[in-house]
Structure formats: structure tokens, C-alpha cells
């Protein structure tokens, strides 16, 4: 055992980065299932993302176009899961798990010829001044701008949601969809608009493991980080500071589990490899206080 | 960390075949293979899938061939398994440790149907065993990985604490500890076979914490793609050579070559001579390749690891020779005595050096 292999500062650093992905992910089905939405094809509309943005970096050499083209590309994904729930009346969980698997397979058709090829790189910013400031320098202000831009959607959402008009008929819209309604607002484009920033949001989470995470193409690389998503949003209740907290948990004990078995810490793999679940699963169930939007996976149509 | 989109892909691509292969009768000769990750990993299923494609390519329309990726390590393979024997497939290959009750199982209610579960070491009159000898392909990598560490650090991502993987540790670390006593290994078990997001993350911690070689026994690209990141960190391609990586961080690899197997087999039940075998063959028989080492390795370095391939492939040499102690200190060899396949098949202690435990 030898803990003195565990530098404190790059742990906490690698934190942010670990969390970034499912933090986008999430913070998009957050607003999603705000608007009275549940959709859970996060994980097809993140893996989406990936190879759309993966692409677009690659034929263009940015990697800003790159995360542009994701947000488009899981946009344009959710727009069909929008469709047909909210102008077909499909079941959302049921489509929202078909537009998983769609996405699994679809992405895996683009990324043909794109196996094993480098992404441009994304170098850390050193902010300057802030990045100098020992200890907590390292790990606050040297990292790639998308981790900024994930704090930014989050604070961004947290102030919408609380303050702007906007934000509360999205909640109303999502509390009680007759109602507002019956207010004259109009509920199906709400929702699809919401739908949208979810889709654009997961694209940016699964863009961030494909040119920045790993960074490369592979075949069902999301491996599950879009289900870590949905589930961390209904742990923090649906609220912003929450979800933020839940996904650096997760990425923290993940980071903190490998770095403890790999200074060999006496503590069994087994507990090591299942702490992130339940650390997260733990604190936020703990904090829990809020409810589900009232109308939360319900179909809406004017003539009911 | 069963990922419930992975299960849905399984049952809808099962249900697919299912109905797809009772509409063309039973003619051919219909091949079925049970994938642990995506085709396209770049790894361990990617060379499972090229042996499928040589099996397509050798008997051309005499064979059909069908398969289902990404499925998981539980009981929905057994249910992708039936619905393949449902389905009409002759011989099925199950390409996972983690398939071994499930194919048991399954071949118990199919006795017609031929399976063939690879690397696992439950037989039955139906179900045949295959492996390769990837041993032999760690002693080289650890042969080179020893000399080439700077720090004296080796970084291992461990996948599951099977016999498979743990044979592969043992032997890679008794080769870089024979070539640089300092050498030590720190080991992450990942407990994955596919999670590009983790292995890359596994990578990072590993090389944070001083590794300058990275060994890999997880099945994706992404720890290669973080040592070329960390810039002076080398690794070696698993399961599939990993060119694109070359020649830095990967000097070489070890290359899973199943196609020739894959051939004799689906041969034997055309003919009628398929029996319940158990293949472990290595670097000689071609099952296992050493992908070239690269100018990044120094001259004699090179030199002296191909002399070790070559004198595994003539038979001169087993990884496993003693004097090796177990991790504890008691003998496991003495001084000259080779392991015997059934040890190796069943290993589950780490030999003396090694620090940690291994999970249970």
C-alpha cells in the first residue's frame, strides 16, 4: 500500500474531467423531464453525438465544429423521438428506449471508416492567473474548455429555470400540462424545444468521450454513461446544484476507486468497483426532498 | 454495470434472426457467433468477427454465418443462445468466459446443436472448449516491458479476476522481473471487457501514479490512445495488433488469429466429424501472433524477444518453467519443472512478487 502514489491535486483534477460527460447528458434530460418529458434515449442520442461530432471534428480538424455538429446531430435525433411522442402520442418509454437502440445502431453505421483514426486534439486551458494558484490551480482552472462550458449549461439551467418566464412555463408545462394549457400556453412546442436542448446536451456528453475522454471512435463506447445520466437526474430530484453534485460524486469515487486499487489499498475490488454506484445512489437519496414533475411522462394532446 | 440498452439490442437482434432463419429452411450449414462487445472494438470481438468473415469467405455459400454483439455476461445470453438453436444453427460459438453456464445450459436443451465456448474450461458432449495460449504472447510483452520501464513501474488493467487473466499477469511479470528485478506491477481490475470511458480512465490513473508501460487485458483501444496522449508511455495492442497505434506508444501486440479454428470446425460439421474437443494451442499452431515489435524497442531488445517467440514456437520454451514460487513463498515449480495445463487452466494465485490481492 502506498498512498503517497495518489497525488490529491491530480485526483481531484481528473474528477471534473471523469464527470463531464454524464454531467452534459444529464443536465439536458433534467430540462427534458422538467418540460413533463421522459425520455430515455440518452444513451443512443449520446453515442449519437459521439460519432457525429467525432466526425465532424476529424473532416473539419476542430474540435469546437466537432461538438457544434454533436449538439446538431443528438438535435436532430431527439426531434424524431419528439414526433412521434409528442405528435403521434407514442408511449415515450417505449420509444425512448427504441431511440437508444436506434442510436446504438446508427452510430455504429456512421463510424464505419472511422475506427482508428485520431481526433484533433483539445489542449487544457491554462487560464492565466487563476491556472497559477498553487493547489488549487491544477485543479480548478487547467482543464479543457468543454468542462467550463458543462459548469456553464448547469449554472445556465439552474437560472432559467429559477428565474426566467421561460423557465417557469416550461415547469408549468411539466407540472400540469392542462393547465397550462389551459393558460394558452402552448404545451407541444415547449416540449419539443425541451426535447431538443436534451438531445444537443447528450450529443455534447457523448462528443466529450469521443474527442476529449478517450479520445476516439469505438463502437457502443457511451458503455452505459447515458443510463448513469437518467438516473442521477431523478437522484438529485430534478435540480441543477444537485445533478452537478451527483455527477462529480460519481466521477470522483470513480477516479478515487482506481486510484486505490492501483496503490493497492487493502480494501476488496469488489466494494471498490461498486462505491461510485453507491456513494452517489447514497448522498443523493439522503438529500432527497423533491418530487417528479407532476405531469412526467404523460402524453399531451389539446382535444383531451 | 449491465447496461439495460445492451440487453434490448440482444433480444431484438435475437428475435431478428430467429425469424429470419426459419424462412430460409435448413440447407446450409448455418454458423452462429455470440459476441461480448461491438464488432468494431478494435480488439478481442473485432478478431472474432475476422475468423467469422474467413469462415464466410472459405465455404462461400455452403455456410451461413449469423451473429449478435454486445451481449452481456448473464442470462440473456442464454436466451440469444436458444434463439440462435432455434433459429437453425448448426454450430455456435460462444466467444466469452463469462458464457460458460449459459452454454452449458443451453447445449443441455439442444443436443443436435454443436457449441464451442472459447476460453472457458466446461466441456459436455455437445460443447467444446478453445483457447489460446495468450501466456506465451505476455512473457514477450513483458520480456520488452521490463527493459523498456524507466520508472520500474508496469501498469496492468486487469478485466475479471478469471484464470485467463490472471495467467497473463503472472506471466508478464515473471518476464519483466526476469530482465529488471526492480520491476513492479500495479494492477486495476477495471471489471469490464469494453468500457473505452473506464479503460481510458484506468490508463490515466495508472500512468498519474508512475507506470510507463501500460498492459492491457480489456479489449478496446483507449488506453493506447491515453499513453500516446501522456507521450512517453509505451503499451502493446491486445487482441488485435492495434497497428494504428505504432510505432509509439504500441510496440507490439498480441494478435488473436481464430479463423483457422474457426474453419476446421465448421469443416468438422460438415463432414460429420465434429467431436468435443479441447483446443489450447499457442504461438506455434499460428492461434496466437506476435505483432511486429517496432524500432521503438532498442535493437537487442528486439532481438532478444523475437529469440524468446521463436523458442516458444519450437517447442524449446514454456513460459511457466520453474523455480517459480507462488505469491505466499511456497514452491509452486522447482528448478526446471514446467507448469501442467490443468494448473494453468485453473489459476487463481498470483507468484511471488506480485503485491495485492486478487479479488474473489
Known amino acids: ?304 | 454495470m449491465m447496461t439495460m440498452n445492451r440487453i434490448l439490442a440482444g433480444a431484438a437482434v435475437a428475435l431478428g434472426l430467429a425469424t429470419g432463419a426459419f424462412a430460409d429452411g435448413h440447407e446450409k450449414t448455418k454458423v452462429g457467433f455470440v459476441y461480448v462487445g461491438p464488432v468494431g472494438d478494435g480488439g478481442w470481438t473485432y478478431e472474432h468477427d475476422q475468423g467469422r468473415l474467413a469462415v464466410e469467405e472459405h465455404f462461400g455459400d455452403a455456410v451461413e454465418t449469423v451473429y449478435v454483439e454486445s451481449v452481456p455476461e448473464g442470462p440473456d445470453a442464454e436466451r440469444v443462445m436458444t434463439q440462435m438453436a432455434l433459429g437453425g444453427a448448426d454450430l455456435i460459438f460462444t466467444t466469452s468466459f463469462g458464457y460458460m453456464d449459459q452454454t452449458i445450459n443451453v447445449a443441455g436443451k439442444f443436443p443436435d446443436v454443436k457449441f464451442e465456448h472459447a476460453t472457458g474450461f466446461k466441456q459436455a458432449d455437445n460443447v467444446s472448449v478453445y483457447s489460446a495460449r495468450f501466456y506465451e504472447g505476455r512473457a514477450v510483452q513483458g520480456h520488452i516491458a521490463g527493459q523498456m520501464t524507466e520508472s520500474n513501474i508496469i501498469g496492468y488493467i486487469a478485466s475479471f479476476p478469471i484464470p485467463e487473466v490472471i495467467r497473463g499477469i503472472n506471466s508478464a511479470y515473471l518476464h519483466a522481473k526476469e530482465v529488471n528485478p526492480d520491476v513492479e506491477f500495479k494492477i486495476v481490475w477495471a471489471y469490464t471487457w469494453f468500457d473505452p470511458a473506464k479503460e481510458a480512465e484506468a490508463a490515466t490513473v495508472l500512468i498519474e501514479q508512475g507506470a510507463d508501460v501500460i498492459l492491457q487485458h480489456t479489449d478496446s483501444t483507449a488506453p493506447q490512445a491515453a499513453a500516446q496522449a501522456a507521450g512517453n508511455v509505451v503499451t502493446f495492442g491486445q487482441a488485435s495488433d492495434m497497428a494504428e497505434f505504432a510505432p509509439f506508444p504500441r510496440v507490439s501486440s498480441i494478435i488473436d488469429n481464430w479463423a483457422p479454428y474457426y474453419i476446421a470446425r465448421t469443416q468438422a460439421v460438415i463432414d460429420g466429424t465434429w467431436e468435443s474437443t479441447s483446443t489450447w494451442d499457442g504461438i506455434a499452431p499460428g492461434m496466437v501472433g506476435i505483432g511486429e515489435i517496432t524500432d521503438a524497442v532498442p535493437a537487442e531488445v528486439k532481438a532478444s524477444a523475437e529469440a524468446m517467440v521463436e523458442s516458444m514456437r519450437s517447442g524449446e520454451y514454456h513460459p511457466f518453467t520453474g523455480p517459480i514460487n507462488k505469491q505466499d513463498g511456497s514452491v509452486w515449480l522447482s528448478d526446471g519443472e514446467v507448469a501442467d495445463d490443468g494448473t494453468l487452466a485453473g489459476m487463481n494465485f498470483y507468484v511471488e512478487g506480485l503485491t495485492g490481492d486478487i479479488p474473489q
Not at chain 1, 498512498?3 to 427534458?32: H, K, R, Y
Not at chain 1, 452510430?107 to 472511422?114: E, I, N, R
Not at chain 1, 468542462?147 to 449549461?153: C, H, M, Q, T
Request: charged share 10%; proline share 5%; net charge neutral.
Open chain 1, 1 to 304: 500500500m502506498d498512498f503517497s502514489a495518489i497525488n490529491p491535486i491530480l485526483l481531484l483534477a481528473s474528477l471534473m474531467v471523469a464527470a463531464t460527460p454524464i454531467l452534459l447528458a444529464a443536465v439536458g434530460e433534467l430540462v427534458v423531464e422538467r418540460a413533463g418529458v421522459l425520455n430515455l434515449g440518452v444513451e443512443g442520442m449520446m453515442i449519437t453525438g459521439a460519432v457525429c461530432g467525432f466526425i465532424v471534428a476529424v473532416g473539419t480538424n476542430s474540435p469546437w465544429l466537432g461538438f457544434i455538429g454533436a449538439a446538431v446531430g443528438g438535435a436532430l435525433l431527439s426531434l424524431l423521438f419528439g414526433f412521434l411522442t409528442q405528435f403521434l402520442l407514442s408511449n415515450q418509454v417505449a420509444t425512448g428506449l427504441a431511440l437508444t437502440l436506434f442510436g446504438l445502431g446508427l452510430s455504429a453505421l456512421m463510424g464505419q471508416g472511422y475506427i482508428g483514426i485520431k481526433a484533433p486534439s483539445f489542449p487544457d486551458w491554462n487560464i492565466p492567473l487563476l491556472g497559477d494558484i498553487p493547489v488549487i490551480g491544477p485543479i480548478v482552472f487547467q482543464h479543457d474548455p468543454m468542462v467550463y462550458v458543462g459548469l456553464l449549461i448547469v449554472a445556465g439551467t439552474w437560472a432559467f429555470l429559477k428565474y426566467a418566464r421561460a423557465g417557469l412555463i416550461l415547469r408549468a408545462v411539466g407540472e400540469n400540462h392542462e393547465a397550462a394549457h389551459a393558460l394558452g400556453y402552448h404545451v407541444v412546442r415547449v416540449r419539443m424545444l425541451a426535447i431538443m436542448f436534451g438531445g444537443a446536451c447528450a450529443g455534447l456528453g457523448g462528443a466529450y468521450l469521443s474527442l476529449v475522454r478517450v479520445p476516439q471512435w469505438t463502437e457502443g463506447m457511451t458503455a452505459g454513461a447515458g443510463w448513469i445520466a437518467l438516473a442521477i437526474v431523478v437522484f438529485a430530484s430534478w435540480r441543477p446544484w444537485r445533478l452537478l453534485l451527483g455527477a462529480y460524486l460519481f466521477g470522483g469515487v470513480t477516479v478515487l476507486q482506481l486510484n486505490l486499487q492501483a496503490a493497492g489499498f487493502a480494501i476488496p475490488v469488489e466494494y471498490l468497483s461498486m462505491s461510485p454506484y453507491l456513494a452517489t445512489i447514497a448522498v443523493l437519496v439522503i438529500m432527497r426532498t423533491g418530487r417528479a414533475p407532476g405531469s412526467l411522462g404523460q402524453s399531451f394532446h389539446a382535444s383531451r
